[in-house]
């Protein structure tokens, strides 16, 4: 089992940057795909990003391809989500998720484990 705790999630401008930490505790990390989802009020969660065990493979979500970067740390337990030129559609709370499937999955039903979320809004 793993706790997953998000933070850096605050109020920023349009075309600013901001970058989220997944921070972990529990069972090795490492055996775990990790993945961020967002979900805007009125509207379902959806992936935006996500990172295999060994960090070598990653997916995107056609609308954060080229301003988002996805990484992690397994000495550090840590995963993080780079977000570059931010638009006020980016607006939504922010989750990471760990998947013990082995894979690189993109549905929220391989995941887990959840943490709470750290809210990200975007001024115009």
């Known amino acids: 089992q793993v706790e997953l705790v998000e933070s850096g999630g605050r109020l920023v401008r349009a075309g600013d940057s901001l970058g989220l930490s997944c921070a972990a505790s529990g069972s090795s990390f490492s055996v775990y795909a990790v993945g961020w989802f967002r979900q805007a009020p009125g509207r379902e969660r959806e992936i935006v990003a996500a990172?295999?065990?060994?960090?070598?493979?990653?997916y995107y979500a056609d609308s954060v391809k080229g301003r988002f970067t996805i990484s992690r740390d397994n000495f550090r337990n840590a995963v993080f989500l780079q977000m570059n030129s931010l638009k006020p559609e980016d607006t939504a709370l922010y989750y990471c998720a760990a998947s013990d499937s082995g894979l690189l999955p993109t549905r929220q039903y391989a995941y887990d484990y959840w943490g709470q979320g750290t809210q990200v809004t975007i001024s115009s």
């Open positions: 990172v295999s065990r060994s960090g070598v493979s990653t």
